[in-house]
Nanobody
Framework: QVQLVESGGGLVQAGGSLRLSCAASGRTFSRYAMGWFRQAPGKEREFVTAVSRTSTYYTTSVKGRFTISRDSAKNTVYLQMNSLKPEDTAVYYC??????????????????WGQGTQVTVSS
């Protein structure tokens, strides 16, 4: 059974940092993209960042503040979030693909999803 389990969310003041982790089990995801998406109340799920075997991708609003990384040996992907802003408040979801994609920013590129972890940034 494939599972993606996120951890590391919480409440932080604006300007603070959090590190999210996504541990995958049931199969290896090192060959294809893994990403992070977020969904705020009343809004659609949106792309945050993704990592493939050769590249990383970031949405404009988090460039320079967030960093995605992966440890293939641990089958885990991380999201380091610095200089957090209230508008970063959302449920953050980890996603993993089992096929190649030219659009790692699209929800449809991913085959497995975690249950989400809440990130709340207070002003």
């Amino acid at each position: 059974q494939v599972q993606l389990v996120e951890s590391g969310g919480g409440l932080v003041q604006a300007g603070g940092s959090l590190r999210l982790s996504c541990a995958a089990s049931g199969r290896t995801f090192s060959r294809y993209a893994m990403g992070w998406f977020r969904q705020a109340p009343g809004k659609e799920r949106e792309f945050v960042t993704a990592v493939s075997r050769t590249s990383t991708y970031y949405t404009t609003s988090v460039k320079g503040r967030f960093t995605i990384s992966r440890d293939s040996a641990k089958n885990t992907v991380y999201l380091q979030m610095n200089s957090l802003k209230p508008e970063d408040t959302a449920v953050y979801y980890c996603a993993a693909a089992i096929r190649s994609t030219t659009q790692p920013m699209d929800v449809g590129a991913y085959d497995y999803w975690g249950q989400g972890t809440q990130v709340t940034v207070s002003s």
